[in-house]
Protein backbone atom coordinates (compact mmCIF):
# COMPACT_ATOMS: atom_id res chain seq x y z
CA UNK A 1 0.00 0.00 0.00
CA UNK A 2 2.61 2.34 1.03
CA UNK A 3 4.78 1.45 -2.38
CA UNK A 4 1.97 2.22 -4.50
CA UNK A 5 1.06 5.44 -3.03
CA UNK A 6 4.48 7.13 -2.99
CA UNK A 7 5.04 6.10 -6.50
CA UNK A 8 2.02 7.57 -7.27
CA UNK A 9 2.78 10.84 -4.97
CA UNK A 10 6.87 11.31 -5.76
CA UNK A 11 6.91 11.87 -9.38
CA UNK A 12 3.07 14.17 -8.89
CA UNK A 13 4.09 16.49 -6.13
CA UNK A 14 7.94 15.90 -5.11
CA UNK A 15 9.52 15.73 -8.39
CA UNK A 16 7.21 18.82 -10.00
CA UNK A 17 7.17 21.10 -6.76
CA UNK A 18 8.51 24.52 -6.98
CA UNK A 19 10.82 25.26 -3.99
CA UNK A 20 9.50 28.10 -1.63
CA UNK A 21 10.39 31.54 -2.40
CA UNK A 22 14.17 32.60 -0.90
CA UNK A 23 14.60 34.45 2.55
CA UNK A 24 11.05 33.97 4.17
CA UNK A 25 10.81 30.16 3.19
CA UNK A 26 10.69 29.13 6.74
CA UNK A 27 7.52 30.93 7.61
CA UNK A 28 5.12 28.80 6.47
CA UNK A 29 6.29 25.76 8.76
CA UNK A 30 3.88 24.27 11.27
CA UNK A 31 5.03 22.47 14.95
CA UNK A 32 4.72 18.59 14.73
CA UNK A 33 3.94 16.78 17.97
CA UNK A 34 6.64 14.95 19.46
CA UNK A 35 8.94 12.56 18.95
CA UNK A 36 11.14 11.75 21.60
CA UNK A 37 14.84 12.32 21.78
CA UNK A 38 16.65 10.19 19.19
CA UNK A 39 17.43 9.29 15.57
CA UNK A 40 13.74 10.02 14.57
CA UNK A 41 13.25 13.24 15.46
CA UNK A 42 16.65 14.92 14.20
CA UNK A 43 14.75 14.39 10.23
CA UNK A 44 11.79 16.11 11.79
CA UNK A 45 13.96 19.58 12.90
CA UNK A 46 12.35 22.58 12.12
CA UNK A 47 15.91 23.01 10.30
CA UNK A 48 16.53 19.98 8.67
CA UNK A 49 12.46 20.53 6.89
CA UNK A 50 13.62 24.29 6.28
CA UNK A 51 16.89 22.89 4.73
CA UNK A 52 14.71 20.27 2.79
CA UNK A 53 12.55 23.16 0.71
CA UNK A 54 15.70 23.82 -0.47
CA UNK A 55 17.19 21.05 -2.69
CA UNK A 56 15.60 20.29 -6.05
CA UNK A 57 12.84 18.47 -6.25
CA UNK A 58 14.16 15.48 -7.40
CA UNK A 59 17.52 15.41 -5.18
CA UNK A 60 14.70 16.32 -2.25
CA UNK A 61 12.69 13.10 -3.08
CA UNK A 62 15.81 10.48 -3.23
CA UNK A 63 16.68 12.02 0.06
CA UNK A 64 13.75 11.78 2.00
CA UNK A 65 12.98 8.18 0.31
CA UNK A 66 16.94 7.31 1.43
CA UNK A 67 17.57 8.87 4.52
CA UNK A 68 14.00 8.90 5.62
CA UNK A 69 11.59 6.22 4.57
CA UNK A 70 14.82 3.74 4.17
CA UNK A 71 13.90 2.73 1.29
CA UNK A 72 16.20 -0.08 -1.15
CA UNK A 73 17.99 1.67 -3.69
CA UNK A 74 16.25 -0.64 -6.66
CA UNK A 75 12.65 0.88 -5.22
CA UNK A 76 13.92 4.24 -5.01
CA UNK A 77 15.30 4.24 -8.45
CA UNK A 78 11.82 2.05 -9.61
CA UNK A 79 9.86 5.30 -8.33
CA UNK A 80 11.85 8.27 -9.14
CA UNK A 81 12.33 6.57 -13.09
CA UNK A 82 16.41 6.27 -12.84
CA UNK A 83 19.37 4.26 -13.08
CA UNK A 84 21.20 3.29 -9.97
CA UNK A 85 24.43 6.18 -11.62
CA UNK A 86 21.26 8.78 -11.26
CA UNK A 87 20.44 7.94 -8.23
CA UNK A 88 23.79 7.54 -6.53
CA UNK A 89 24.61 11.31 -8.11
CA UNK A 90 20.98 12.75 -6.73
CA UNK A 91 21.70 11.83 -3.23
CA UNK A 92 25.56 12.27 -3.13
CA UNK A 93 24.14 16.14 -4.20
CA UNK A 94 21.52 16.26 -1.77
CA UNK A 95 23.28 14.96 1.19
CA UNK A 96 26.52 17.40 0.56
CA UNK A 97 24.03 20.00 0.44
CA UNK A 98 22.45 19.18 3.57
CA UNK A 99 25.84 19.02 5.29
CA UNK A 100 25.38 19.91 8.67
CA UNK A 101 21.94 20.81 9.00
CA UNK A 102 20.88 17.94 11.19
CA UNK A 103 21.13 18.84 15.07
CA UNK A 104 24.01 17.17 17.14
CA UNK A 105 22.45 15.04 20.13
CA UNK A 106 22.76 17.83 23.29
CA UNK A 107 24.07 16.40 26.46
CA UNK A 108 23.39 19.44 28.49
CA UNK A 109 19.74 19.92 27.08
CA UNK A 110 17.95 19.49 30.59
CA UNK A 111 20.25 21.71 32.68
CA UNK A 112 19.54 24.75 29.45
CA UNK A 113 15.76 23.92 29.91
CA UNK A 114 16.14 24.83 33.36
CA UNK A 115 17.97 28.05 33.35
CA UNK A 116 15.55 29.04 30.26
CA UNK A 117 12.28 28.08 31.75
CA UNK A 118 13.28 29.78 35.57
CA UNK A 119 14.60 33.38 33.59
CA UNK A 120 11.37 32.52 31.64
CA UNK A 121 9.11 32.94 34.49
CA UNK A 122 11.29 35.58 36.21
CA UNK A 123 11.03 37.34 33.17
CA UNK A 124 14.28 37.39 33.43
CA UNK A 125 15.60 38.52 29.92
CA UNK A 126 19.24 38.94 30.53
CA UNK A 127 19.52 35.27 31.94
CA UNK A 128 17.35 33.96 28.63
CA UNK A 129 19.95 35.94 26.37
CA UNK A 130 23.15 34.74 28.63
CA UNK A 131 21.70 30.70 26.96
CA UNK A 132 22.09 32.44 23.66
CA UNK A 133 24.21 31.30 21.18
CA UNK A 134 26.20 34.37 19.30
CA UNK A 135 24.42 34.00 15.96
CA UNK A 136 20.72 32.87 18.01
CA UNK A 137 17.77 33.58 15.68
CA UNK A 138 14.41 34.44 16.97
CA UNK A 139 11.81 34.00 15.27
CA UNK A 140 7.84 35.11 15.15
CA UNK A 141 5.80 32.19 13.02
CA UNK A 142 3.82 32.61 10.50
CA UNK A 143 5.03 35.90 10.74
CA UNK A 144 8.16 36.90 8.35
CA UNK A 145 9.97 38.67 11.21
CA UNK A 146 13.37 37.33 12.24
CA UNK A 147 15.72 38.83 14.76
CA UNK A 148 18.86 37.58 14.01
CA UNK A 149 22.38 37.48 16.54
CA UNK A 150 22.15 37.69 20.17
CA UNK A 151 21.79 41.21 20.47
CA UNK A 152 18.61 41.59 18.21
CA UNK A 153 17.48 38.83 19.80
CA UNK A 154 17.84 40.49 23.66
CA UNK A 155 16.29 44.02 22.12
CA UNK A 156 12.85 42.38 21.08
CA UNK A 157 12.49 40.23 24.35
CA UNK A 158 13.09 43.42 26.34
CA UNK A 159 10.90 45.26 24.05
CA UNK A 160 8.32 43.85 23.04
CA UNK A 161 7.80 40.16 24.78
CA UNK A 162 8.90 41.33 28.34
CA UNK A 163 7.91 45.08 28.92
CA UNK A 164 9.19 45.87 32.59
CA UNK A 165 10.22 42.68 33.15
CA UNK A 166 6.77 41.09 33.55
CA UNK A 167 6.36 37.87 35.27
CA UNK A 168 2.74 36.84 34.00
CA UNK A 169 3.77 34.36 31.22
CA UNK A 170 3.75 30.44 32.18
CA UNK A 171 5.11 27.59 30.05
CA UNK A 172 4.19 23.90 29.68
CA UNK A 173 6.68 21.96 28.42
CA UNK A 174 5.97 19.19 25.09
CA UNK A 175 8.42 18.54 22.17
CA UNK A 176 7.60 19.65 18.85
CA UNK A 177 9.41 17.84 15.55
CA UNK A 178 11.96 16.32 17.94
CA UNK A 179 12.82 19.43 19.90
CA UNK A 180 12.32 20.87 23.49
CA UNK A 181 9.28 23.27 23.31
CA UNK A 182 6.45 24.97 25.54
CA UNK A 183 3.14 25.88 25.64
CA UNK A 184 3.27 29.26 26.52
CA UNK A 185 0.36 31.27 28.39
CA UNK A 186 0.12 34.83 29.70
CA UNK A 187 -1.91 35.79 33.26
CA UNK A 188 -5.19 37.85 33.06
CA UNK A 189 -4.71 39.97 35.63
CA UNK A 190 -8.05 41.06 35.85
CA UNK A 191 -9.37 37.54 36.19
CA UNK A 192 -6.25 35.39 36.85
CA UNK A 193 -6.27 32.90 34.36
CA UNK A 194 -3.30 31.79 31.93
CA UNK A 195 -4.40 32.40 28.64
CA UNK A 196 -2.82 30.41 25.39
CA UNK A 197 -0.33 32.72 23.72
CA UNK A 198 1.52 30.44 21.45
CA UNK A 199 3.88 27.27 21.49
CA UNK A 200 8.00 27.85 21.70
CA UNK A 201 10.17 25.90 20.10
CA UNK A 202 13.66 25.73 21.06
CA UNK A 203 16.80 24.70 18.97
CA UNK A 204 20.27 23.69 20.90
CA UNK A 205 23.38 22.98 20.23
CA UNK A 206 26.94 22.70 22.30
CA UNK A 207 24.68 23.81 25.11
CA UNK A 208 23.33 26.84 23.56
CA UNK A 209 19.78 28.01 22.37
CA UNK A 210 20.16 28.83 18.79
CA UNK A 211 16.81 29.26 17.79
CA UNK A 212 13.67 30.28 19.04
CA UNK A 213 10.88 29.90 17.06
CA UNK A 214 7.07 31.49 18.36
CA UNK A 215 4.47 30.28 16.96
CA UNK A 216 1.75 32.23 17.45
CA UNK A 217 -1.43 30.55 16.46
CA UNK A 218 -3.07 28.74 19.27
CA UNK A 219 -4.57 26.41 16.98
CA UNK A 220 -1.82 24.29 17.47
CA UNK A 221 -2.34 23.82 20.66
CA UNK A 222 -4.81 20.63 20.40
CA UNK A 223 -1.78 18.80 18.70
CA UNK A 224 -0.05 18.70 21.84
CA UNK A 225 -2.64 18.04 24.15
CA UNK A 226 -2.63 22.05 25.72
CA UNK A 227 -5.54 23.52 26.26
CA UNK A 228 -6.26 27.27 25.70
CA UNK A 229 -6.18 28.21 29.29
CA UNK A 230 -4.25 27.04 32.59
CA UNK A 231 -5.85 25.42 35.89
CA UNK A 232 -3.82 26.78 38.89
CA UNK A 233 -2.94 23.59 39.87
CA UNK A 234 -1.59 22.29 36.46
CA UNK A 235 2.16 21.90 36.77
CA UNK A 236 4.19 23.53 34.27
CA UNK A 237 6.04 19.96 32.51
CA UNK A 238 3.83 17.66 30.64
CA UNK A 239 5.64 14.43 31.94
CA UNK A 240 4.15 12.16 28.65
CA UNK A 241 4.50 12.82 25.26
CA UNK A 242 0.46 13.56 23.99
Known amino acids: ?15 RARRPADGAAWAWLEPYPGPPPGPEAASMSLAFITALQQLPPRERAALVLSDVLDFDPADMAEILE ?19 VLPRPE ?23 ALLAKDARLRMRPIPVECQGRRAARHFLAAVAFPGGTTSYRLVATRANGQ ?3 GCYLRDPATGIDHACGLVVLTLERGRITAIDRFSDNSVLPRFGLPRTLPEDLPRSVPEEP
Open 180 to 182: PAF
Open 107 to 129: LDEETVLSRFTSAFDRGDVSGMT
Open 1 to 15: MRDRWLRRLMPARWQ
Open 82 to 100: CEDAELDELLERARAAMGG
